[in-house]
């Protein structure tokens, strides 16, 4: 049985940095690409960040180059987003997902306010 769970969200002002973490389960993690997804009040999924199976490529989407970096560590079935320089626009639940599957997690809230 597939299992993400995310943690590592919270409160912080802007300008502030969070770091995310996802922990994998269920299936082969060393094998798979991985993504952090976020969704907005209102707003539909938006892709963040992706890697590849080894971590040796990431994509950005345009709003968050610069600021966020994508991580994992396939020893401990962990894929990480640092995110640095919050904004306000960046409050969102974040999930992660194994790319080209419907696996999600519960997400976990962030929240960018002074």
């Known amino acids: 049985q597939v299992q993400l769970v995310e943690s590592g969200g919270g409160l912080v002002q802007p300008g502030g940095s969070l770091r995310l973490s996802c922990a994998a389960s269920?299936?082969?993690?060393?094998?798979?690409?991985m993504s952090w997804y976020r969704q907005a009040p209102g707003k539909e999924r938006e892709l963040v960040a992706t890697?590849?199976?080894?971590?040796?490529?990431?994509n950005y989407v345009e709003s968050v180059k610069g600021r966020f970096t994508i991580s994992r560590d396939n020893y401990k079935n962990t894929v990480y987003l640092q995110m640095n320089s919050l904004k306000p626009d960046d409050t969102a639940v974040y999930y992660c997902n194994r790319m080209g599957y419907d696996d999600w997690g519960q997400g976990t809230q962030v929240t960018v306010s002074s």
């Open positions: 269920g299936f082969p993690f060393s094998r798979d690409v």
């Open positions: 890697i590849s199976n080894l971590g040796y490529n990431t």
